[in-house]
């Protein structure tokens, strides 16, 4: 069965400092794979999608992540946080009829 | 992008009482929407699938009495949680794939979600 796996609940990180997220996925041999965010109380809004060609993604609020076919992951980065980005973040991947599999996802907190 | 309207945005509702939750596609055509259950601090969990048209698929272990969906254009689907009691209580949003920047169906757009609480 497909699963997404997001290893750490939680992180804490302090504002200005780089934020790694990591994601596992296990299903297709190409996956299309996503990254949300979610505040508080509120939907989630796209950071940034892989489907294919470069595998170093831009996406937005400066995000960016990483699919690696050998490790089976999309990791999340951002080389500077601000405290803006605390929130939750959670990692997908699609599968048959458009359905989402999503990680466990990660809290950030932000430190001062 | 797309967007994704989801109404209301918060419900309190007596126990025993029924609450619909609307989810539109605002500038796109969504043949299918899937509605999610979201509980606090945890990750989203797929209740079904909506079809136009058609019946709505539901994922194991949800009752499809429970939790009536309705798909019966292609901007509008809506989830009633019927005989609402406290366990219902939970933050519902609804997605539909949309036109990305990388074409046709390539990205879902979520609605805000309703937190409905039931008391």
């Known amino acids: 069965a497909q699963s997404v796996t997001q290893p750490d609940i939680h992180i804490t990180v302090s504002e200005g400092a780089s934020l790694e997220l990591r994601c596992n996925y296990s299903?297709?041999?190409?996956?299309?794979l996503f990254w949300y965010v979610q505040s508080p109380g509120q939907g989630l809004q796209l950071l940034l999608k892989?489907?294919?060609?470069?595998?170093l993604v831009q996406g937005i609020k400066g995000f960016e992540a990483e699919f690696k076919r050998s490790q089976s992951s999309f990791n999340l980065r951002k080389p500077s946080v601000h405290w803006s980005d605390a929130a939750e973040y959670f990692c997908a991947e699609k599968a048959a009829g458009n359905k989402l599999t999503f990680g466990g996802g990660t809290r950030v907190l932000v430190k001062p | 992008g797309a967007v994704v309207s989801q109404h209301p945005s918060w419900v309190i509702c007596k126990s025993g009482t029924s609450v619909k939750i609307e989810c539109r596609s605002l500038d796109f055509q969504a043949t299918t929407m899937f509605w999610y259950r979201q509980f606090p601090k945890q990750s989203l969990m797929l209740m079904a699938t909506?079809?136009?048209?058609?019946?709505?698929?539901?994922e194991q272990g949800v009752e499809k009495d429970k939790f009536l969906i309705n798909h019966a254009s292609l901007t509008l689907s809506t989830l009633t949680v019927t005989s609402a009691h406290p366990e219902d209580s939970s933050f519902y949003i609804c997605s539909a794939f949309g036109q990305g920047k990388g074409g046709m169906n390539t990205e879902a757009f979520f609605g805000q979600g309703t937190r409905l609480t039931v008391v």
């Open positions: 892989y489907f294919s060609g470069d595998t």
């Open positions: 299903y297709g041999a190409t996956p299309y």
């Open positions: 909506s079809n136009e048209g058609s019946k709505a698929t539901y």
